[in-house]
């Protein structure tokens, strides 16, 4: 039984031997500058994310948009935007679904925006409902830089609060933004890490099946 015990903890150990995958999704699909539907997958290194677009904070389906005009405009927008700027503005927002990645719950997710040179501020929310802007507050800022995000949520919603100037066409305030990239990295177990386990448990259960064949020939003894 001893060496039974000792096996199982050497197969379990062996389990959770990971190595990190890391996705670094850019939003230039199926771009440059072109709509991508209300909703749209996106994948890097293995790993899948979900976009999907929302306005009003409603859950009101609206349409996506990849940018692609160099440097910080290029990123995840809207087209329902006043300015015509194809970017994310007022109580509209985009939902990133990140349920597709194994381990979501406890894997580590960071952001970049895009397009708030001007001081416009972005909102990041986390939120286990699709398509509902009821979430909790993570991040809150102006600038461009890599902030992480708080894991456990099944969705991230990003905002640009701001309304329009009087008269003008151009967003007083916060503005409007892009999101530059969305990065995800995950521990995935190793191919031999698995292939090594699978031979750990055969081992089990050969031990297992000499423990009771020893056992019985005593019982006959």
Avoid at 68 to 91: Q, R, V
Wanted: charged share 10%; aromatic share 10%.
């Amino acid at each position: 039984m001893k060496s039974v015990l000792l096996g199982f903890a050497a197969a379990a150990a062996l389990a959770t031997t990971a190595s990190a995958t890391t996705a670094v999704f850019d939003f230039q699909t199926p771009g440059p500058n072109a709509s991508a539907g209300t909703s749209q997958a996106y994948t890097n290194n293995g790993l899948t994310i979900t976009a999907s677009g929302f306005a009003s904070n409603g859950g009101a389906a609206t349409t996506l948009f990849d940018k692609s005009n160099g440097g910080d405009e290029n990123g995840l927008g809207l087209t329902d935007d006043p300015s015509g700027d194809n970017e994310i503005t007022g109580t509209n927002f985009v939902q990133i679904d990140v349920t597709a990645i194994p381990g979501f719950l406890t894997d580590a997710f960071s952001f970049q925006m895009g397009s708030s040179t001007g001081g416009e501020e972005w909102k990041v929310f986390g939120s286990n409902t699709a398509g509902s802007f009821s979430g909790s507050a993570l991040v809150t800022g102006t600038d461009e830089l890599a902030h992480g995000l708080t894991s456990g949520f099944k969705y991230y919603d990003f905002e640009t609060p701001g309304t329009l100037c009087p008269g003008s066409v151009d967003f007083c305030g916060s503005g409007n933004t892009l999101i530059h990239t969305f990065t995800a990295v995950t521990a995935v177990p190793e191919p031999a890490t698995w292939a090594t386990m699978l031979l750990g448990i055969g081992g089990l259960g050969a031990t297992l099946r000499m423990s009771r064949k020893s056992a019985g020939a005593a019982a006959l003894a």
